[in-house]
Antibody
Framework: EVQLLESGGGLVQPGGSLRLSCAAS????????MSWVRQAPGKGLEWVSV????????YYADSVKGRFTISRDNSKNTLYLQMNSLRAEDTAIYYC??????????????????WGQGTLVTVSS | EIVLTQSPATLSLSPGERATLSCRAS??????LAWYQQKPGQAPRLLIY???NRATGIPARFSGSGSGTDFTLTISSLEPEDFAVYYC????????????FGGGTKVEIK
């Protein structure tokens, strides 16, 4: 059974940093591209970033480019999102997500079958 | 960036009724469109991909149609568990074009 478990959320001041983690189990992690999707409180969904299975390819939404860095440790079956220079508008639940078949290339991760339960990031002074 | 506009924002219906949700793209996305359902406090669930293909385990009362710029999600007969928020999502120009979601339609009990 595929399981994705996010952690690392919390309260941070504007301009601060935070690193989110997503622990994966139930599938061959290195064979799957992974994404982060966020949702501001009471708002819709926003795709944030994607990384290929081998970590050789990454893409970002314009809203986070240059501030966020996606990475992964395939030996630990864990996905990360390093968030720097945080702004109030980054306040959201952050989900990690992937597909339901071997999809190693970032380009094939364009629909999301599996989602974690999310971790809340609040940026406020 | 392709913008997806969903309508209506809220749909008030009774169990057993038919629900028709619309998603319009600012430019053609071919059939590269998905639909998700989200209930309060839960992560989204993929319902439809490729405009009309049901995801694994999705009941047959959910169907998707459309191509180009106009898409529809139909729930043929609403069950109590179907009252939720529904989002469309497109993947045209991916990558590196961003994946984008519509603003959502809330299906509420009348």
């Amino acid at each position: 059974e595929v399981q994705l478990l996010e952690s690392g959320g919390g309260l941070v001041q504007p301009g601060g940093s935070l690193r989110l983690s997503c622990a994966a189990s139930g599938f061959t992690f290195s064979s799957y591209a992974m994404s982060w999707v966020r949702q501001a409180p009471g708002k819709g969904l926003e795709w944030v970033s994607v990384i290929s299975g081998s970590a050789d390819s990454t893409y970002y939404a314009d809203s986070v480019k240059g501030r966020f860095t996606i990475s992964r440790d395939n030996s630990k079956n864990t996905l990360y999102l390093q968030m720097n220079s945080l702004r109030a508008e980054d306040t959201a639940i952050y989900y990690c997500a992937t597909r339901d078949y071997d999809c190693s290339s970032a380009s094939c991760l364009y629909y999301f079958d599996f989602w974690g339960q999310g971790t809340l990031v609040t940026v406020s002074s | 960036e392709i913008v997806l506009t969903q309508s209506p924002a809220t749909l008030s219906l009774s169990p057993g009724e038919r629900a028709t949700l619309s998603c319009r793209a600012s430019q053609s996305v071919s059939r590269y469109l998905a639909w998700y359902q989200q209930k309060p406090g839960q992560a989204p669930r993929l319902l439809i991909y490729g405009a009309s293909n049901r995801a694994t385990g999705i009941p047959a009362r959910f169907s998707g149609s459309g191509s180009g710029t106009d898409f529809t999600l139909t729930i043929s007969s609403l069950e109590p568990e179907d009252f939720a928020v529904y989002y469309c999502q497109q993947r045209s120009d991916w990558p590196p074009g961003p994946l984008t979601f519509g603003g959502g339609t809330k299906v509420e009990i009348k």
